[in-house]
């Protein structure tokens, strides 16, 4: 339902089939972990969420005869000098060009980030295990990591064996910071003009259009900002905006990221059919989490001076390091409330796009409810590997997802255990029509009926005080198995 010029995602679902309940981990590491493991992430060692014990979808691939490459963002952080153990080369990925970090200057990934940053910082850029340190003037990392994506391809499929392979394609984009090609950010000057609220309204149409909204869903207002718990801001109103060019130009950035990302999957899909493997590829685009509001500790007086001191320019340019904020963040979720980290479904719900020809029916749309942790039995089923029991002499555990096949195939429901999420003091279990959620903001369960109600608009917890008490042991036995704190707004 977006305004954004995505035509090669659109190509896709038409193609193939659309996920509407498809639901991630809140944020970019812990998706990726899930996705990789086919596991809930396990907390242990500062966040360290890849342990020796986890067998990743590259590792499967291997041992079933696929070649391996993986092009883009792997964001399983190196602890200590020295320590590869965790990078892709060394966790099933033959070949690896991309950011061992979470974000980096799309321009220049070489570029330190500013002081006030105070995420993770830019980690080596990687061909294979060898530092990348200089970048030509007309680098854009979008357009590096499909330009790879595509070499990749071309190797593989034209391989003398005629392997199979796995191409786990990772952009960055649209993550913060804020950079994109002028030429794509003028096809999007004056699009948000209107604002923030006005976009939400007008994708909410859409999306009723085009059968992925129920009507009788409410459209979610923004939360107020409760408390000064980490990432708890509001959303200012339009009006109120002090800078309203800068503000509209954030958006227009934003959406000029997306537009290039997606001419980048325009050109891997070319790819695809002219080496002859289209027909026999599956395909499948997501994100790994809800849009992203992002933010500089505005709250603080200090980092907020640091931020505008260094972000002279517009946002887009290589000299900034902005976001695109809570009031576009919130937006970009329409109709769902909040946004990435908060366990709400703007932070959760991705959509997924599958497309496989002669397999998955065209045009089709699923409604199950379905997670990153499904494509390790997805992928099971799909190479015929065995999962192992052990690596490196210690225990795996089993993978937790259920295989996404039958529903590629188009042969109906899967049986699955409730979901349950964990993410800086931000909790949810969904179970069949029901999902609880505690935010870190209230401290207090809320209970939703996602049929009825999935923008989360009308609690019933109150209701039904012994669905919130079953739901809320189930997380609590979750957590211990995981261990997601109890207390605190950790990782």
């Known amino acids: 339902g977006g305004e954004i010029a995505t035509p090669t995602p659109a190509r896709l679902a038409a193609e193939g089939m659309q996920f509407t309940q498809f639901y991630n981990g809140a944020v970019c590491r812990l998706s990726r972990a899930s996705l990789m493991t086919g596991l809930h992430p396990r907390r242990a060692n500062r966040g360290r969420?890849?342990?020796?014990?986890?067998?990743?979808?590259?590792?499967?691939?291997?041992?079933?005869?696929?070649?391996?490459?993986?092009?883009?963002?792997?964001?399983?952080?190196?602890?200590?000098?020295?320590?590869?153990?965790?990078?892709?080369?060394?966790?099933?990925?033959?070949?690896?060009?991309?950011?061992?970090?979470?974000?980096c200057n799309y321009f220049n990934p070489a570029k330190p980030f500013p002081d006030y940053y105070q995420g993770q910082g830019p980690e080596p850029f990687l061909n294979l295990e060898t530092p990348i340190t200089e970048f030509p003037p007309d680098f854009y990392t979008t357009d590096a990591f499909t330009a790879r994506a595509v070499r990749q391809i071309e190797k593989h499929s034209r391989a003398d064996d005629a392997s199979p392979f796995f191409l786990?394609?990772?952009?960055?984009?649209?993550?913060?910071?804020?950079?994109?090609?002028?030429?794509?950010?003028?096809?999007?000057?004056?699009?948000?003009?209107?604002?923030?609220?006005?976009?939400?309204?007008?994708?909410?149409?859409?999306?009723?259009?085009?059968?992925?909204?129920?009507?009788?869903?409410?459209?979610?207002?923004?939360?107020?900002?409760?408390?000064?718990?980490?990432?708890?801001?509001?959303?200012?109103?339009w009006e109120d905006?002090?800078?309203?060019?800068?503000?509209?130009?954030?958006?227009?950035?934003?959406?000029?990221?997306?537009?290039?990302?997606?001419?980048?999957?325009?050109?891997?899909?070319?790819?695809?059919?002219?080496?002859?493997?289209?027909?026999?590829?599956?395909?499948?685009?997501?994100?790994?989490?809800?849009?992203?509001?992002?933010?500089?500790?505005?709250?603080?007086?200090?980092?907020?001076?640091?931020?505008?001191?260094?972000?002279?320019?517009?946002?887009?340019?290589?000299?900034t390091f902005d976001y695109v904020a809570q009031g576009w963040g919130w937006a970009q979720n329409s109709p769902f409330r909040r946004y990435k980290v908060w366990t709400h479904e703007g932070g959760i719900a991705t959509p997924l796009i599958a497309r496989w020809p002669g397999v998955i029916r065209q045009k089709s749309l699923t409604r199950e409810v379905a997670h990153v942790i499904d494509f390790m039995p997805t992928f099971l089923n799909l190479t015929g590997a065995a999962y192992p029991e052990t690596r490196k002499g210690l225990p795996v555990p089993p993978f937790e997802g259920v295989s996404l096949l039958p529903i590629l195939k188009g042969k109906g429901q899967v049986a699955r255990e409730p979901l349950c999420w964990y993410l800086y003091g931000n909790r949810a279990v969904r179970e069949g029509k029901w999902k609880l959620v505690w935010g870190s903001n209230v401290r207090t369960w809320s209970l939703y009926d996602m049929r009825k109600d999935r923008t989360e608009t009308t609690d019933l917890a109150g209701q039904h005080p012994e669905r919130v008490k079953q739901m809320e042991m189930h997380w609590l036995q979750w957590a211990k198995a995981t261990n997601a704190p109890l207390n605190g707004t950790g990782l």
Request: with cysteine; hydrophobic share 30%.
């Open 168 to 237: 786990h394609l990772c952009y960055t984009a649209p993550h913060y910071p804020l950079h994109a090609k002028t030429e794509d950010i003028a096809k999007y000057s004056g699009r948000y003009d209107d604002g923030y609220f006005a976009m939400r309204k007008k994708r909410h149409r859409r999306q009723i259009e085009l059968g992925l909204c129920d009507p009788q869903w409410k459209l979610s207002d923004p939360d107020p900002q409760i408390s000064k718990l980490r990432y708890d801001y509001a959303v200012t109103p």
């Open 49 to 103: 969420l890849l342990h020796d014990n986890m067998t990743t979808l590259a590792e499967i691939a291997r041992t079933a005869g696929y070649r391996t490459s993986l092009s883009g963002k792997w964001h399983f952080p190196v602890t200590k000098p020295g320590d590869k153990m965790r990078l892709p080369t060394r966790r099933g990925f033959e070949e690896f060009y991309g950011l061992a970090a979470g974000c």
């Open 241 to 319: 905006v002090a800078d309203p060019v800068r503000e509209s130009r954030r958006m227009e950035v934003y959406a000029a990221m997306v537009d290039s990302m997606d001419q980048g999957v325009g050109r891997v899909m070319e790819a695809l059919s002219r080496t002859g493997v289209a027909d026999n590829t599956l395909v499948m685009f997501l994100s790994d989490n809800g849009g992203c509001a992002g933010h500089s500790g505005y709250r603080n007086e200090k980092v907020r001076k640091a931020h505008e001191a260094y972000n002279k320019q517009l946002p887009g340019s290589r000299g």
